[in-house]
């Protein structure tokens, strides 16, 4: 798993499993086709913290090693699971740009956002706006800290 | 247009001072090869694209490099908190301090300001797209010389992660030189 969670964590479940290409390699493949020479080139379970969710292009340096990002606060992993699949989202979209038939990516890219859509609606609700347009609680709260660069706010 | 989404792609949250990692960090918001000079590379050359699908990727791939510029700038700021100015003299940062302040600024490690010389557009799809492969390249080297210079892990992580982007960003570029080479543009 990419992050740690508390075993006590029950506040949402997504397992980013339910992306892998071992599901998706049970999508009807008549159906969708893939440009990618095989599903292994897709690493969407530690893709985030390397960087790279293709694995066929990714280029480690030296012998650094990327690490998984620890949070401890029940917001802290929610937030970080949204930044993770926003990753996702970007890095898939970026191929999708200049292979924008291939109907498999395509449709794991329809899947990852609608978690996203539901996952951001839940942090909404319990914490904090992401999203100028969602700022629809009883008072203004767009302007409260900590904004992105403040720091302090991962452990 | 743009939208501002209030988090950053990849967390960075430094605890230690670090005023020399500053310094060279900060040549990533406004040195040659900088986050600054990508993303304005790649959004000046989205409009003379000759196809849908390279004015999508310079548009996306211009978009991410701001929110790096985002995250170069974090670091810098984070690296530099609490400092004095006796610290900020003694890590050779006094002539930064005279100008700037505590501000950030866009300028290379050895203080010299962002220029739009930086970037070049020839209006040429191909001459463009390997101008950004070398670019990506350039930009992937000069992390990595940052990387060797970093010795907190809370520094080294975003830089791998920055670095990682360099790489698959240049590939995209690739790939689409490719097949605009196989497609006939000169």
């Known amino acids: 798993m990419l992050f740690e969670f508390n075993d ?10 339910y992306f892998n290409l071992d599901k998706m390699d049970k999508l009807d493949n008549n159906k969708y086709s893939m440009n990618l020479k095989n599903s292994n080139d897709l690493d969407l379970e530690n893709g985030y913290f390397l960087g790279n969710i293709f694995s066929n292009i990714y280029d480690p340096y030296k012998n650094y090693k990327p690490k998984k990002i620890n949070s401890y606060s029940e917001q802290q992993k929610m937030l970080l699971k949204i930044q993770e699949l926003d990753f996702i989202e970007n890095d898939l979209a970026l191929y999708l740009d200049i292979h924008p038939n291939d109907t498999k990516v395509f449709e794991i890219f329809k899947r990852v956002n609608k978690e996203l859509e539901n ?16 700022d629809n609680k009883s008072k203004y709260t767009w302007i409260d800290d900590p904004w992105p660069w403040d720091g302090g706010y991962y452990v | 247009m743009f939208k501002y989404d209030k988090k950053l792609q ?7 001072k670090d005023l020399k990692m500053a310094k060279y960090i900060i040549t990533q918001f406004g040195g040659s090869n900088g986050e600054l000079s990508a993303s304005l ?10 196809t849908e699908e390279g004015k999508a990727l310079l548009n996306d791939i211009a978009t991410e490099e701001l929110s790096h510029q985002e995250m170069v700038a974090t670091m810098v700021n984070q690296l530099i908190s609490g400092a004095s100015v006796k610290e900020l003299e003694n890590a050779g940062l006094s002539g930064q301090y005279a100008e700037h302040g ?18 070049a557009n020839v209006g040429d799809p191909i001459a463009n797209l390997m101008e950004d492969m070398a670019a990506e390249q350039k930009a992937r080297v000069t992390y990595e010389h940052l ?12 830089l791998l992660f920055l670095r990682q982007r360099e790489v698959v960003h240049f590939n995209r570029f690739k790939e689409l030189y490719e097949k605009y080479t196989k497609e006939g543009y000169k």
Do not use: H, T
Not at chain 2, 41 to 50: L, T, W
């Open chain 1, 8 to 17: 006590n964590d029950d506040l949402y479940d997504l397992d980013l499993s």
């Open chain 2, 10 to 16: 990849y967390p960075i949250d430094i605890k230690n």
């Open chain 1, 119 to 134: 996952l951001k609606k839940k942090y909404y609700e319990k914490y904090e706006v992401l999203e100028l347009i969602c």
């Open chain 2, 102 to 119: 505590y501000g950030l600024f866009p300028n290379d490690v050895n203080g010299v300001p962002w220029n739009a010389s930086y970037i």
């Open chain 2, 41 to 50: 590379r790649y959004f000046s050359q989205k409009f003379s694209m000759p």
């Open chain 2, 147 to 158: 990387i060797d210079l970093a010795k907190d892990e809370d520094v080294i992580q975003p």
